[in-house]
Nanobody, 128 residues
Framework: QVQLAESGGGLVQAGDSLRLSCVFS???????????MGWFRQAPGKEREFVAA????????YYAESVKGRFTISRDNAKNTVYLVMNTLKPEDTAVYYC??????????????????WGQGTQVTVSS
């Protein structure tokens, strides 16, 4: 079993920055070395949407159009941690942010909302 724990959410003003972290743990982490780590978000009354993903190998990052140029995803495999640096935050970025871990390398299913493991989520609120 794999556990994911997010941290770093909070209340900020428009234009501010935040860094989210997600620590992965579990006996089967070695089976994900060909996979993807990512972030999703769900705003009130909306479906969960893909935000960003990075390959475990580091050779590839992917972003939703709405965050491209403002958000940066990175990972530290030694710490089993993935980060999401969010700059120039907007009120429409307000959501619960979830990290996710996908075992297979295909990015398409992940951008469509599918993954193998999910964290509990961390709230990000951006005031105008």
């Amino acid at each position: 079993q794999v556990q994911l724990a997010e941290s770093g959410g909070g209340l900020v003003q428009a234009g501010d920055s935040l860094r989210l972290s997600c620590v992965f743990s579990g006996r089967t982490l070695s089976t994900f070395t060909m996979g993807l780590m990512g972030w999703f978000r769900q705003a009130p009354g909306k479906e969960r949407e893909f935000v960003a993903a990075v390959r475990w190998s580091g050779l590839g990052t992917y972003y939703a159009e709405s965050v491209k140029g403002r958000f940066t995803i990175s990972r530290d495999n030694a710490k089993n941690t993935v980060y999401l640096v969010m700059n120039t935050l907007k009120p429409e970025d307000t959501a619960v942010y979830y990290c996710a871990l996908k075992q297979s390398p295909e990015i398409g299913p992940m951008t469509s909302g599918r993954s193998d493991y999910w964290g509990q989520g961390t709230q990000v609120t951006v005031s105008s």
